[in-house]
């Protein structure tokens, strides 16, 4: 507390990330890092970025990242929207986009963001609660709203909304914007970017965070019709002209080009994701079905706080939220074979 801040400072509650440990040797498996780097050549497109050009601002509408992921989608580049992370991005659609009389709806089990976007843009919102099985049901979010927001597949439950099922909830709410944050839809969900053409309300986010392995660099998208992308330039040109630098934008332009190595890690990890739900079904645990770099599991047997610390005193770290309807869960991200077996044989002396 300061007399120096301004006055609604002192009421905000800042979103807390995953923790990054500063000890080496643990096993990461709590903020949905991809196990596996970047592609050879994204690192390539940096260091050949690394010159003297960069005294210069970088294009301030990062045109050419724009085309090579307007490419990807078979769009034109009107349609796309980057920024410094899809938090970023995420946070200026909260800013242009919701900011209504009537609630913004999203999950009660969710990102945990989307109420500290809320609180900082002062955004009226209502929780809509997941089923008992866990998922989305679209008949809930029809009512009157200022916008809807969901990550699909969801975090951190990991349940896949059926495109269908957007579909229908695009054709029965039709005056306000739906967002779908996709920031795990690489790992085995179908894109809703094939409705943006169709339905002028949607918007669809994703990060090169997860299914790029680029977490470091921070570059998020947002894609939607021209009309919605407009609002976020303005929002972005009043705020920070240039949030995608030099570097990043190389990088992004590669990872986009480089659907090979994309193709292969995504499929490793659903790979390993299978693997890994058998192994914990084996211990007793239950997992629910997930389309994501990550399983959301709980043990009947067994309170989740305390195999977290279990975990955690064998160098193993694992995300548990400490939140009605899902403090007996654990989000375990994906991470290679072999550390998803170190995690699965302390897990074994715990249950
Ligand atoms: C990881 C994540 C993001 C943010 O990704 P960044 O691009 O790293 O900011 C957004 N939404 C959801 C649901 C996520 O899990």
């Not at 990062?62 to 929207?81: G, N, T, W």
């Not at 009309?227 to 040109?237: H, S, W």
């Not at 994501?292 to 043990?299: G, L």
Request: proline share 6%; hydrophobic share 40%.
């Amino acid at each position: 507390m300061s007399r120096y801040w301004s006055e609604f400072v002192h009421r905000l509650q800042p979103y807390v990330p995953g923790e990054q440990p500063k000890m080496a040797n643990l096993t990461k498996l709590n903020t949905n890092e991809n196990p596996y780097g970047p592609s050879p050549k994204v690192l390539q497109a940096i260091q050949q970025a690394v010159s003297d050009t960069l005294r210069l601002y970088p294009d301030p509408t990062s045109l050419k990242l724009k085309e090579s992921i307007a490419d990807y989608y078979q769009l034109s580049p009107e349609y796309v929207f980057v920024g410094n992370g899809s938090d970023e991005v995420l946070g200026h659609v909260f800013h242009a986009l919701f900011q209504h009389d009537a609630p913004l709806l999203f999950p009660d089990i969710s990102y945990s963001f989307y109420p500290v976007y809320c609180q900082l843009y002062q955004i009226n919102f209502e929780t809509v609660a997941l089923n008992a099985q866990f998922q989305i049901n679209i008949d809930d979010y029809l009512k009157p709203n200022g916008g809807i927001i969901f990550p699909n597949p969801n975090a951190p439950t990991g349940s896949l909304l059926a495109l269908a099922e957007i579909e229908r909830l695009l054709q029965n709410n039709t005056d306000s914007v739906v967002v779908v944050d996709e920031a795990y839809i690489d790992f085995g969900g179908i894109s809703a970017i094939s409705l943006v053409k169709q339905y002028p309300n949607l918007l669809v986010t994703q990060t090169f965070s997860k299914s790029r392995s680029l977490a470091g660099l921070r570059l998020g998208l947002a894609i939607g019709q021209p009309e919605l992308i407009e609002a976020l330039v303005r929002v972005k040109d009043s705020f920070n002209s240039y949030p995608v630098d030099a570097l990043a934008s190389a990088a992004g332009i590669a990872a986009m080009k480089d659907k090979a190595y994309f193709t292969e890690t995504c499929n490793k990890v659903i790979d390993s994701r299978t693997k890994m739900i058998t192994a914990l079904e084996e211990l007793g645990f239950e997992v629910l079905p997930s389309a994501a770099n990550f399983v959301f599991t709980r043990h009947p047997d067994y309170d989740a706080a305390e195999l977290a610390q279990g975990l955690r005193k064998q160098g193993i770290v694992v995300r548990h939220f400490k939140k009605p309807r899902i403090d007996q869960f654990l989000r375990i991200t994906i991470g290679t074979d072999a550390e998803n077996q170190l995690m699965l044989s302390v897990m074994d002396t715990l249950v």
